[in-house]
């Protein structure tokens, strides 16, 4: 069974600091998601990372992913009010089947 | 549409109601998904159709939940006796155009099922 984890689950840092969050996998995945979500509102899409040392950047937000050790992170630099949201990344499996499995979400709060 | 269009976005139903939610995926993707997004929980997949076929069904919880597609564009995801549990927002998600494969989920807005 695939399973999903993001760390941390909870995140309050101040404007202009940079953080990680992290997410690790647990089996063999074709492509890793990070989506956002504002509250009451759905999923919009962020990046998707389609192979080992992919690294995508937009913004204030970098994504990269490591399939060697099944890990993706997402890096935030000079955070500003605005990034405040809770992030979630989503894998599918290898082999084809396309149903997301996503993590618990982190919870960004970014204090002026 | 521009995007994938859910309604109603909210429903409010009394224990041992059935309900049903429609999701208008974006015109000609090929493939809908439908999620259930519990409280401060990240989106478990339920259901996936391609066109009108359902092929996979195993994150349905129970047989009160159905979902079709009858024509291989809008999809109704029913609730059978709906229970306090069944709470949440159910998401519906659609992607690829025929011929055209791509694996980018789009998300709607949702429906907010509350059981009393």
């Known amino acids: 069974e695939l399973k999903v984890e993001q760390n941390p689950l909870f995140l309050s840092m101040q404007e202009g600091k940079n953080y990680t969050i992290y997410c690790n996998y647990s089996t063999t995945s074709d492509r890793l998601y990070w989506y956002r979500q504002d509250p009451g509102k759905s999923l919009e899409s962020l990046f998707v990372?389609?192979?080992?040392?992919a690294v995508k950047q937009e913004g204030r937000l970098m994504a990269s992913l490591d399939t060697k050790a099944r890990l993706s992170t997402l890096h935030i630099t000079a955070a500003v009010h605005d990034l405040s949201a809770t992030y979630f990344c989503?894998?599918?499996?290898?082999?084809?089947?396309?149903?997301?499995?996503f993590g618990k979400g982190t919870k960004l709060t970014v204090n002026p | 549409g521009a995007g994938v269009s859910q309604s109603p976005r909210y429903k409010v139903a009394k224990r041992g109601q059935d309900v049903a939610l429609r999701c208008d995926p974006i015109?000609?993707?090929?493939?809908l998904f439908w999620y259930q997004q519990a409280l401060g929980q990240g989106p478990e997949f339920l259901t996936y159709f391609q066109n009108e076929a359902q092929l996979d069904k195993s994150g349905l919880p129970s047989d009160r939940f159905f979902a079709e597609r009858p024509e291989g564009s809008v999809s109704t995801l029913k609730i059978q006796r709906t229970q306090q549990e069944d709470s949440a927002v159910y998401l519906c998600?659609?992607?690829?155009?025929?011929?055209?494969?791509?694996?980018?989920?789009?998300f709607g807005p949702g429906t907010r099922l509350t059981v009393t």
């Open positions: 990372l389609l192979s080992n040392g």
């Open positions: 015109s000609g993707h090929v493939s």
């Open positions: 989503a894998v599918d499996m290898e082999g084809g089947s396309e149903k997301l499995v």
């Open positions: 998600a659609s992607s690829g155009r025929a011929g055209i494969w791509s694996y980018e989920q789009y």
